[in-house]
């Protein structure tokens, strides 16, 4: 039995074996740069439609739960820091701020939908 089992493994080809723990080196690689991410997130990530880690909840378009996000701004500038002011030229939707970038392209949309007639 030992006679097979050493005919086995030196009829194996050096370059399979190699290649096989090539394979599990990136598997390890790459699972210490997901550590490494997840670590740089602050342990926060966004789940995926499908995934089933948790992360921050996904909301549709407009109903950011961040308080005065989409109000109208009063001034040329936001007192806040990281939010995005957002004026589409020609668009009947006065100046707005919003939290962050996702929820202004979601106000950018909206206000070129709602352009004046005379600016198209």
Do not use: N
Not at 40 to 52: H, L
């Amino acid at each position: 039995m030992e006679a097979v089992r050493e005919e086995q493994r030196a009829g194996k080809p050096v370059e399979q074996r190699t290649q096989k723990q090539k394979q599990k080196q990136k598997q390890k690689q790459k699972q210490k740069q997901k550590q490494k991410q997840k670590q740089w997130a602050g342990g926060q990530y966004v789940t995926s439609g499908t995934g089933s880690r948790p992360g921050r909840p996904i909301l549709p378009p407009g109903e950011c739960p961040t308080e005065g996000c989409g109000q109208e701004c009063a001034g040329r500038t936001i007192q806040r820091r990281g939010w995005v002011r957002v004026h589409v030229q020609g668009s009947t939707v006065p100046p707005r701020s919003f939290c962050s970038g996702s929820c202004a392209s979601v106000g950018i949309a909206l206000a070129e939908l709602r352009m004046d007639a005379s600016a198209r």
